[in-house]
């Protein structure tokens, strides 16, 4: 079983950062693959970035693409979110996931685990 708790959202102007941190409590970290997914109300969940096992390979949803960042650190077992220039439309709770492969994917069905989430609100 593993338990993420993420951390470090909250209410910021536009054109503020925040940094997102997803805390996992599992012993081989390195073996998953990590992403974040964020829900705006009455919107589906969506994508916005997601890491291989390793921190080598990336991806973004264009929206976001230049913007943010996701990396890791295996020896924390944490996973991050920089969020730079931020826009109303990035509010939503954002959640991390994991599953147990070693290479990401945008599609939130293939993801096993997730963390409670954490609110990022963007004011204009």
């Known amino acids: 079983q593993v338990q993420l708790i993420e951390s470090g959202g909250g209410l910021v102007q536009a054109g503020a950062s925040l940094r997102l941190s997803c805390a996992a409590s599992?012993?081989?970290?390195?073996?998953?693959?990590m992403a974040w997914f964020p829900q705006a109300p009455g919107r589906e969940r969506g994508f916005v970035a997601a890491?291989?096992?390793?921190?080598?390979?990336?991806n973004y949803a264009d929206s976001v693409k230049g913007r943010f960042t996701i990396s890791r650190d295996n020896a924390k077992n944490t996973v991050y979110l920089q969020m730079n220039s931020l826009k109303p439309e990035d509010t939503a709770v954002y959640y991390c996931?994991?599953?147990?492969?070693?290479?990401?994917?945008?599609?939130?069905?293939?993801?096993?685990?997730w963390g409670q989430g954490t609110q990022v609100t963007v004011s204009s």
């Open positions: 996931a994991a599953r147990n492969e070693l290479y990401s994917g945008r599609y939130s069905a293939t993801y096993d685990y």
């Open positions: 890491i291989s096992w390793s921190g080598s390979s990336t």
């Open positions: 599992v012993r081989t970290f390195s073996t998953y693959s």
